[in-house]
């Protein structure tokens, strides 16, 4: 059994349809003499039909465009938001159908822990370093004030490298690199089997990224810990990821072993993705390949249309009129397209 199983995830959020969209629709609408479009009823599709699973120890990277739905799943996974239906399953029990209010006294709550792109969204501007990491000890870990607590919390704040000195310090008095180390000691606290990471480092300058993603590396090596790892970097995530997911516009694009996939896309918008990253360009994906046209609405799109159609490179006419589902592709990756690119035979292979 693995860790984690997600069957068929979808978060749709309800949206008033305001602005350039209302008078866009209203416009297609009266162009269709079809009377004007009311201002509500309408949902945007953060997250559809997601569907993966995470093994004990693994680490599963989460990529795509700004808006495509990572922090959405990231927050579905770890019971922040409601799924507006699908299954999520830990440890062999569906969370999901446990509602997020709920969901902080439930047995597995101490077992996923999130680590937020900004610290600061994690760590009260009223609570010493020293009080935000031994308030999940306390809360979930049942711990009293005393001495363990004491020794738990200055044991935590060694393993993340934050000098015992600082524990006394508000979030004000600490630099971007040492908050980010007292939101991973406190979402560690408990020793989790799933943590959950949304772009944990992006708030930080390059050589402090460095330094706290080889800390990441390491917790993962020393405590056996899962992660479901948000980036917009995809050299990070090749560096601290076995497997990756692509997602478009709230959909899996593709799926698979890290190294399969930057080496040999499938999806059209993996290639794009990957030809954009310099240093993990090979062969004839030198060329960075720029895509062309405005991306589709996520508010009611059309469930019959690929959602890449209108900027795929590839699209045909059956791109529009049939959604593509996820299918294994030669080399171990899934891909939703009705064109994938072809992996080169074995023979060819060898002399590329
Ligand atoms: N609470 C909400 N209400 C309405 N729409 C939302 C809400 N949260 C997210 N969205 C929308 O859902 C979509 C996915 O957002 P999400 O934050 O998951 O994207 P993302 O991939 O994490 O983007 P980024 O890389 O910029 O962080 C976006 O269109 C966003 O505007
Ligand atoms: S199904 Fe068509 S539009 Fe969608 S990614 Fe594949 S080729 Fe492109
Ligand atoms: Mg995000």
Redesign the pocket.
């Known amino acids: 059994m693995s860790l984690l199983e997600v069957w068929d995830l979808t978060k749709k959020?309800p949206?008033q349809a305001g602005g350039a969209v209302a008078h866009l629709k209203g416009t297609l609408r009266r162009l269709r003499g079809e009377g004007l479009e009311t201002a509500d009823g309408h949902w945007?599709h953060?997250v559809d039909g997601v569907s993966f699973q995470l093994e004990r120890g693994e680490s599963l990277g989460l990529v795509?465009?700004?808006?495509?739905?990572?922090?959405?799943?990231a927050r579905l996974i770890a019971r922040l938001h409601d799924p507006t239906s699908g299954v999520i399953n830990f440890e062999g029990e569906d969370i999901g159908a446990v509602p997020a209010s709920r969901f902080v006294r439930a047995k597995q709550r101490p077992r996923i822990q999130m680590v937020f792109q900004d610290p600061d969204e994690s760590l009260n501007p009223a609570h010493t370093a020293f009080s935000s990491i031994a308030d999940p000890l306390r809360r979930l870990g049942g711990m009293r004030p005393g001495a363990a607590l004491l020794q738990r919390v200055e044991a935590l704040a060694a393993m993340v490298g934050l000098p015992g000195e600082l524990l006394a310090r508000f979030p004000h008095q600490l630099s971007g690199g040492q908050k980010a180390r007292v939101g991973i000691a406190r979402a560690i606290a408990l020793e989790p089997s799933l943590l959950v990471l949304d772009?944990p480092t992006s708030a930080l300058d390059v050589s402090v990224q460095a330094v706290i993603l080889h800390l990441l590396e390491d917790l993962k090596h020393r405590l056996g810990m899962s992660y479901l790892f948000?980036s917009?970097d995809l050299n990070v995530v090749r560096l601290l990821c076995q497997r990756v997911l692509v997602?478009y516009l709230g959909k899996v694009a593709e799926t698979g072993p890290t190294d399969e996939l930057f080496e040999r896309p499938a999806h059209p918008y993996t290639r794009a993705l990957v030809s954009a990253v310099p240093a993990i360009d090979a062969g004839d994906r030198k060329i960075r390949l720029h895509l062309a046209g405005e991306p589709r609405s996520?508010i009611d799109p059309d469930p019959n249309v690929c959602r890449f159609y209108g900027r795929c490179p590839k699209g045909e006419a059956r791109c529009a009129r049939e959604m593509p589902i996820l299918r294994r592709v030669p080399g171990g990756a899934e891909a939703a397209c009705h064109f994938p690119e072809p992996h080169p035979r074995p023979a060819e292979a060898r002399f590329a």
């Not at 700004?66 to 799943?73: D, E, F, P």
């Open positions: 959020f949206v945007l953060a795509g465009e700004s808006g495509c739905g990572k922090s959405t799943l772009e948000v917009h997602m996520p």
